[in-house]
């Protein structure tokens, strides 16, 4: 595992990795990008929205920006990103996971941390709509566990130059043990609410729309009531809904910590020892990465965090590093 030439130093007075992962969610300025939108029609009937940013140019470098869990293409992390990249003059598209682009999607199945799939469809789009333009992707949380599985799966077809991954939930079934200890309970009540809302504004939306069918898959879940636990959601919705047998195979064929030996696109993981969400023993051991991986390993940072410089003139690790690093690779 291999450090980055600039160490990551949290903010005076935001050491902790609490404060490192609510500062962008709770306290962050939004950052107004314009943007375009457009809908990606998927091979199966649903439909995906890309938020677009940047030189509309043939050859311009592209980069996909993939969310986290309940987040969207408006999460803090994903606007400061496509605007930290237009400012050296590359574009990038942000992808809403279905259901996440403030509009339900049309199919009872969701999106979940294996969801790879609908990740090759975009891709291989991005490829045919700008087929001069450098291809890169960047992903956040579950957006990482979702980039590094398909870049395991696809070898050297990943359709993509290079690739981040950022605060990975590496082993899925740790990271719900893990994030129903102590204070990151808060977090697990707080995706329980959201999860089990994403559901129920579906079945809404399909009672409106009267579709049936879509209705019957999602009432054959059975009750939302007493959802506490990342096991209870996954066992219960995510698992039936996306032909899984339980939360346990759910979670042994979607973390990507299984996948990294057979990643050959340049990849750099960044991730902060204190997540937490995530164990230290769920990170992968040197020998479990390809040699196409370089590993940075911050002592803070939190969740989706690396916020340094001040209190009143915060600074987003990130989004210099993440460019920086691309720009470097794409020079090789």
Known sequence: MSFSSERFSPAFGLGNPHLQTLWGPLWRKTTHIERERERLWLEDG????LDWHGPHSAKAPLVLVLHGLTGSSNSPYVAGLQKALNGQGWASVALNWRGCSGEPNLLPRSYHSGASEDLAEVIKHLQAKRPLAPLYAVGYSLGGNVLLKHLGESGRDSGVLAAVAVSVPFRLDQCADRIGQGFSKLYQAHFMREMVAYIKNKQRQFQQDERKEGLAALAALGS????????????RVTAPLHGFVDAQDYY??????????????PTLIIQAADDPFVFPHSLPLAEELSDCIQFELQAKGGHVGFVD??????????ERRVPQWLTAVGRE
């Open 252 to 265: 042994r064929r979607a973390s990507s910590r299984y996948f990294l030996g057979e990643i050959r696109t």
């Open 46 to 49: 649903d439909f995906l929205d």
């Open 224 to 235: 939302l009531e007493n959802m506490r636990t990342f096991w209870d959601f996954d066992g």
């Open 309 to 318: 410089g001040s209190l009143r003139q915060p600074g987003y690790y990130l």
